[in-house]
């Protein structure tokens, strides 16, 4: 039987791309989800005493004990004298939600804070399996249940799943999990960025019980040939040679198949002529049902998807077949509001889209700078925004460490498997902003060849630098031939000694074989400050708008520009901006302040969508 254990960072990975395939336990719908979200007790670690043994020292202590050691039962034994912590008795949050908006003395706490939810379940059935599914804990996560450990993961944006059968009672149970914020030079990302990094359990937390085989993944596509195909992975004792069925009652599609030794089965079949197919004008979602019988029972997963095409042609992106511009601008995932939590449920998603789709009249949204909540992705599914998804390889890391590298291509296939049935994903980016040179170019290439192994129905691309001599632009990036879309981040008129008259003097001299994409242009507002004047000053709305109308005119001059996806949304927060008047620790090149407000280049944004076709 394939294990299915936490993939942990701290253990060498295989070399094979195949082989970096996590643990998935497919989020469908599924039959038997206890979700653990609600108030959880804390408890602050600023020595890590939790995770230190010093010559048998913690083993022999009071303190800080929370992952082995139950107060409440071990007061209530005779002689066991005192302890000095308790989480029971300890304050309490939201999870999920960062800790850093939960109170003022943890808005700039970073490293580790254990956390504890006690929870019941109903009787197990005969055979049955129990699993831990973590969508989000930033950074490094230790988890313990009812005093054993059940497993580690590293990497605050991507899913792990943890087999708790063993230790899962009926009731009684104590969850603890000790969440490590701090990064160093071997995280990705690493310990300086240009936004918030927020520690804490940030995303949902399940409880998934399953027959002792079960569906683990399952995957539907459509290919340029106008065929379905996709396949289903079972993992338990008997997964081989099983029979199983995937079903989409609105397209009348019944295929049936048999699962081959490792327990996998493949679909191909003729995609129905009464298929419609997804896009942003009519972004059409089916109900697909995958379903396994096996010894223990039928396991049963229900997926929504939509079905596309998406190529390169040239400079032409081809969306169905036909090409597409793309009409989007840059989020990082705050929701809006004064003190944001990193807090993206349905409601909160879907707000910050609305403002993409019918605010800005815009077909595409990239998600910077590492992969966003799936809440998020399923809502752009639903709405009809094409997604860029991005794993934090941003500006530098430590490029000529192996186990860098695996860590990076691990994030890679935890976020491609997650969201590969997703119909809005269009382009997997593998860095933003990192400079040239040998070493960096092997690691990207060697993220770029993952990607295409796992998913090569996707297109490639990343957030490049820009090479300037004197008003002529340029890419000279080694990386280019690995990508199918480029990608460039350029703030002439912002940063820099270029006034926006200079704008329409810079030329471009880029390769015209591919598409482009400019990944960033921006520059800051802060919203409410006005200069109405003639020529108005930085940070004014009117300067932000005046900006936003000069780039736009020199980026239309570029031939092979195929998409643009200005910098940013809304105000975020980075604690590198600290202008006293205008930032205090808010990133203002928003289109939105951080409150939602509108700035004047929202409209300007929204005019020139409005007018540019998307086809």
């Not at 943890?106 to 969508?135: K, M």
């Not at 969201?419 to 993220?447: I, K, M, Q, Y």
């Amino acid at each position: 039987m394939r294990r299915l254990l936490c993939l942990l960072a701290f253990v060498a990975l295989p070399a094979l791309a195949g082989d970096l395939r996590p643990p998935l336990l497919l989020t469908g719908q599924r039959a038997d989800v206890q979700d653990l979200s609600g108030r959880w007790t804390y408890s602050r670690d600023y020595y890590r005493t939790g995770l230190t043994d010093i010559n048998g020292w913690v083993a022999k202590s009071r303190m800080q004990r929370h992952r082995d050691v139950d107060v409440a039962a071990a007061e209530a034994r005779p002689g066991t004298g005192f302890f000095e912590f308790d989480l029971d008795r300890g304050p309490a949050m939201a999870i999920p939600g960062a800790w850093n908006a939960a109170e003022p003395e943890l808005r700039w706490y970073d490293g580790l804070i254990w956390f504890q939810r006690r929870f019941d379940v109903t009787a197990p059935r005969p055979g049955e399996r129990s699993f831990l599914r973590f969508e989000g804990v930033n950074y490094r996560a230790h988890v313990y249940l009812n005093g054993r450990e059940v497993g580690r993961h590293e990497g605050g944006f991507t899913p792990f799943v943890l087999e708790v059968t063993g230790a899962l009672r009926a009731s009684g149970n104590r969850l603890v999990v000790g969440v490590d914020s701090r990064h160093d030079a071997q995280s990705i990302p690493g310990e300086i960025t240009d936004w918030d990094l927020y520690g804490g359990i940030t995303r949902p937390v399940k409880l998934i019980r399953t027959p002792a085989t079960f569906i683990d993944d399952a995957t539907l596509r459509l290919t340029d040939t106008g065929r379905l195909v996709g396949s289903l992975q079972l993992d338990g004792t008997q997964a081989a040679g099983r029979a199983v069925r995937l079903r989409i009652a609105a397209l009348g599609v019944t295929v049936q198949a048999r699962t081959d030794a490792s327990g996998q089965a493949r679909f191909d079949i003729a995609a129905p002529d009464s298929l419609q197919r997804w896009s942003p004008e009519a972004p059409t979602l089916y109900d697909v049902a995958f379903e396994a019988d096996a010894g223990s029972g039928t396991d049963r997963v229900r997926e929504r998807i939509g079905f596309r095409t998406l190529a390169v042609k040239g400079a032409d992106i081809l969306l169905n077949g036909k090409p597409v511009f793309l009409k989007g601008v840059s989020l990082h995932e705050e929701e809006i509001g004064a003190n944001p939590a990193r807090r993206l449920d349905d409601a909160a998603a879907r707000r910050l889209l609305g403002e993409v789709k019918h605010g800005l009249h815009g077909n595409y949204v990239r998600l910077s700078h590492y992969p966003h909540s799936e809440t998020l992705l399923r809502a752009a599914d639903e709405l009809g925004l094409l997604v860029w998804s991005e794993i934090p390889v941003y500006w530098t890391v430590a490029w000529d460490d192996p186990a860098v590298l695996l860590k990076a291509r691990r994030m890679q296939a935890e976020t491609i498997y997650r969201d590969r049935n997703r119909a809005a994903l269009a382009l997997w980016s593998v860095g933003n902003e990192t400079p040239v040179a040998e070493n960096r170019t092997r690691f990207h290439a060697a993220l770029a060849a993952t990607v295409r192994a796992l998913d090569p129905g996707r297109l490639v691309s990343a957030a490049l630098l820009v090479e300037r001599e004197g008003d002529t632009l340029r890419i000279a990036d080694p990386l280019l031939p690995h990508l199918d879309v480029m990608a460039v981040n350029t703030y002439a008129g912002w940063y820099g000694d270029d006034t926006l008259q200079d704008l329409a003097r810079i030329r471009w001299a880029l390769p015209t074989t591919k598409p482009l994409l400019i990944s960033e242009f921006g520059a800051d507002a802060l919203a409410g400050h006005h200069d109405p004047g003639a020529e108005p000053k930085k940070w004014s709305e009117e300067f932000q708008a005046a900006y936003y109308r000069a780039t736009l005119a020199m980026l239309g001059r570029i031939p092979n520009l195929r998409g643009l996806s200005p910098w940013v949304l809304k105000d975020f927060r980075s604690p590198r901006r600290e202008h006293p008047v205008f930032q205090n620790g808010w990133n203002r090149k928003g289109l939105l302040s951080e409150t939602g407000q509108r700035k004047q280049a929202f409209d300007v944004l929204a005019e020139h969508y409005e007018m540019t076709p998307g086809r």
